[in-house]
């Protein structure tokens, strides 16, 4: 839910309202509070000191030139994360810069999330998968902006796609595409319930993008707009992000938990024939010289002590 200044000085002037008289009042549009707040409802924002704000309170604050009306998801000392109710990423972090007041009358519990499963689409028909493996799971792909040290994503299919919304590179997602990042509305455990769900279905994990507002990139990520995954889930927290490494390695081990790579099946060996040609016999010319070589080499063995004065070990 937002209130969309005309100019980027209005949320000055709704501060000073506050700080004047201790409440004020907008009209808000769009969907990202529903079902709580519908959209043309006029809210009434008051002042409140942000160290008393707690996770359920509503507020309002300044984010860019944008006003928005969300609920306060978690706290930090002088710092807020907040998130529409009905949004699937978290605002960037609100501090005391961009705090306003409070909107007590939609002050509730913050809602659980669930991931909308109907996002993964239909599944896939049977004559588009390797008929050896229709009750297996999909391929899983993740994509990743660049080199990963140190990771545990060995055995799976792990790609470096910069941008991978771009339509020149189409071959970057297939099926469904979860994001993974800090910002993520869905909780950690979400990721397990859509591997599962997710059965025969490819599937494509964005790993180590950032999502959603400019403010939101950290650490040089790309930068993807909310609708390049169908389904965000968290790992780590804005206030402190995960590195890449971290980040890949949460997603390979559910990966590798929950949809492993179906083993190769090797094919059928193909007999040969026999071999329906005698053997050569040798020359006796051959034959003499190989006899006489044997002869020799024993001889040697014979005269040739079994350790030698490097360092006292038998060759």
Do not use: K
């Amino acid at each position: 839910m937002r209130h969309t200044p005309e100019g980027p000085s209005e949320a000055i002037v709704l501060r000073a309202v506050l700080a004047a008289a201790g409440r004020a009042r907008l009209r808000t549009r769009g969907e990202s509070m529903l079902p709580a707040i519908v959209p043309g409802t006029v809210v009434t924002v008051e002042a409140l000191p942000l160290p008393r704000v707690v996770p359920g309170d509503v507020v309002a604050a300044a984010v860019g030139a944008r006003i928005i009306v969300h609920r306060v998801v978690a706290t930090a000392p002088d710092v807020l994360l907040t998130a529409g109710d009905n949004l699937p990423l978290l605002d960037p972090v609100v501090g005391p810069d961009g705090y306003l007041g409070v909107v007590p009358e939609y002050r509730a519990a913050v809602p659980p999330r669930q991931p909308d499963l109907s996002a993964l689409g239909p599944p896939p028909r049977d004559h588009h998968r390797d008929h050896q493996h229709d009750d297996g799971p999909g391929r899983t792909r993740l994509l990743v902006p660049g080199p990963v040290a140190g990771h545990r994503s060995t055995g799976l299919d792990v790609r470096q796609c910069e941008r991978p919304e771009r339509p020149e590179r189409p071959g970057c997602l297939a099926g469904p595409v979860i994001g993974i990042s800090p910002f993520g509305a869905l909780p950690p455990e979400a990721l397990d319930t859509v591997l599962r769900a997710a059965g025969g279905r490819d599937l494509t994990l964005l790993v180590g993008y950032s999502f959603g507002y400019p403010q939101a990139a950290d650490g040089g990520r790309p930068l993807l707009p909310p609708d390049s995954a169908d389904l965000h889930v968290r790992f780590g927290s804005p206030l402190d992000p995960p590195g890449l490494a971290a980040t890949l390695d949460f997603a390979a081990d559910r990966v590798r938990a929950l949809r492993p790579t179906p083993p190769a099946v090797a094919p059928p060996a193909v007999a040969r024939p026999a071999a329906t040609t005698p053997p050569v016999a040798a020359p006796p010319v051959a034959a003499a010289l190989a006899s006489a070589a044997r002869t020799a080499a024993a001889a040697l063995a014979a005269a040739t002590p079994l350790t030698d004065t490097h360092g006292g070990c038998p060759r």
